[in-house]
Each structure stands twice: as structure tokens, then as C-alpha cells.
């Protein structure tokens, strides 16, 4: 049992503490991931706090048929295909939240750099298929495996490989298209 399972054991019996830890264990990554699928940091923040009222009001059964993070992940990402539905007219693509994120963390110069680096990443990667985009955050950000991703997405093994491929392929066209070498990538 993971810290995650472990924590939501405690809260289903009565401990708040347990929610607690979960909520700050997971809300940043989980904001980020969120992001990626509907493009608005306001919204995702909404559902990233819809997905933690979910659990502590609903209190869903989690079976430990995959790891606490991937469960939890997986009913985020039906919040937001709920979300995208609702709102298919009016969704609009920005990377402002990355960018106030970052604007955050500019601290030093050496930060700066550092920084200025993932936002041109952010940036390739909305250029990316929404599924690509997906992936990729999982896999690298997230650090997922294939299986875990899988079971998120609802989709084969097998099929996530093969998006994670094309995903990397496509990144690094779009990287050499803004004049990255292969050094830089």
C-alpha cells in the first residue's frame, strides 16, 4: 500500500489528517496534469479542487487495483472530459498559467534559464496533439509508467507505447522547428 492509500485508509476511518496529506501530496501535480487537458489554469484549478471534494464527500471505494496516484489521477481526468464536454464552445488554448508558474520561480539567473527552458518545452508541447501532450506529461512530469498511463487513459499498453513514441517524435520535430539541436534536446 502506497502513502496515498495509506492516507485515504486513515481519512475513511476518520482521521483528517489523512485527507490532508493527500491533498497536499498530490495538488500541484495533479493542477498541472489537468491543465494540459483543458488549457485554462482557473478551470483546472476548479477541478483540481473538485476532484479532492469528490473524494471527501463521495468518498469513492478505492480497490487497489492500481497505485493510489493513478486512481486518483484517473478521476481527475474523467472530471475533466466531463469539463471539456460542458464547455467544447467557449475552450481556448493559453499557456498563461505555465508562465505565472514560472514567473514564481525566477529567482536567480541560473533559475531564469532554467526556466525560460521548460516554458519553450511548454510551448512545443501545446503545439502537440492533445493525447500527445498527455502522454508526455504522465511519462516525464508525472513519471508514470506505461501501465499506469494506460489505466488512466483507458487504454492498451501497447497503445500508450506507441503514443509515447509519436509523442517524442513529434516534440522533437517541433523543438528542431524552433531551432533547438539535438544537444538542446
Given at each position: 500500500m502506497?502513502h496515498?492509500?495509506?492516507?485515504y485508509?486513515r481519512?475513511?476511518?476518520?482521521?483528517?489528517?489523512?485527507?490532508?496529506?493527500?491533498v497536499?501530496?498530490?495538488?500541484?501535480?495533479?493542477?498541472?496534469y489537468i491543465?494540459s487537458?483543458v488549457?485554462?489554469i482557473?478551470?483546472?484549478e476548479?477541478l483540481?479542487?473538485?476532484?479532492?471534494v469528490?473524494?471527501?464527500?463521495k468518498?469513492p471505494k478505492?480497490?487497489?487495483?492500481?497505485?493510489?496516484?493513478?486512481w486518483?489521477?484517473?478521476?481527475?481526468?474523467n472530471?475533466?472530459?466531463?469539463?471539456?464536454?460542458?464547455h467544447?464552445k467557449?475552450?481556448?488554448?493559453?499557456?498563461?498559467g505555465?508562465?505565472?508558474?514560472?514567473?514564481?520561480r525566477?529567482?536567480?539567473?541560473?533559475?531564469?534559464?532554467?526556466?525560460?527552458r521548460?516554458?519553450?518545452?511548454?510551448?512545443?508541447?501545446?503545439?502537440?496533439?492533445?493525447i500527445?501532450q498527455?502522454v508526455?506529461?504522465?511519462?516525464y512530469?508525472e513519471?508514470?509508467?506505461h501501465?499506469?498511463?494506460?489505466?488512466?487513459l483507458?487504454?492498451?499498453v501497447?497503445?500508450v507505447?506507441t503514443i509515447?513514441?509519436?509523442a517524442?517524435?513529434?516534440?522533437?520535430?517541433?523543438?528542431?522547428?524552433?531551432?533547438f539541436?539535438d544537444?538542446?534536446?
Amino acid at each position: 500500500m502506497d502513502h496515498g492509500a495509506e492516507n485515504y485508509a486513515r481519512f475513511l476511518s476518520g482521521d483528517e489528517d489523512g485527507f490532508v496529506a493527500i491533498v497536499k501530496a498530490y495538488k500541484d501535480g495533479l493542477l498541472l496534469y489537468i491543465n494540459s487537458y483543458v488549457h485554462d489554469i482557473y478551470a483546472a484549478e476548479e477541478l483540481t479542487e473538485d476532484t479532492f471534494v469528490k473524494l471527501g464527500i463521495k468518498k469513492p471505494k478505492y480497490k487497489g487495483q492500481a497505485a493510489f496516484k493513478t486512481w486518483l489521477y484517473a478521476i481527475a481526468r474523467n472530471l475533466a472530459i466531463d469539463y471539456l464536454r460542458k464547455h467544447a464552445k467557449h475552450r481556448e488554448q493559453s499557456l498563461e498559467g505555465y508562465r505565472e508558474i514560472g514567473d514564481e520561480r525566477n529567482e536567480a539567473e541560473g533559475l531564469y534559464l532554467q526556466e525560460t527552458r521548460k516554458r519553450l518545452l511548454y510551448q512545443a508541447m501545446d503545439q502537440l496533439k492533445p493525447i500527445y501532450q498527455q502522454v508526455l506529461w504522465l511519462l516525464y512530469f508525472e513519471e508514470f509508467s506505461h501501465k499506469e498511463i494506460a489505466k488512466i487513459l483507458k487504454k492498451s499498453v501497447h497503445n500508450v507505447e506507441t503514443i509515447a513514441y509519436r509523442a517524442r517524435l513529434s516534440l522533437r520535430a517541433v523543438l528542431e522547428k524552433e531551432g533547438f539541436s539535438d544537444e538542446d534536446i
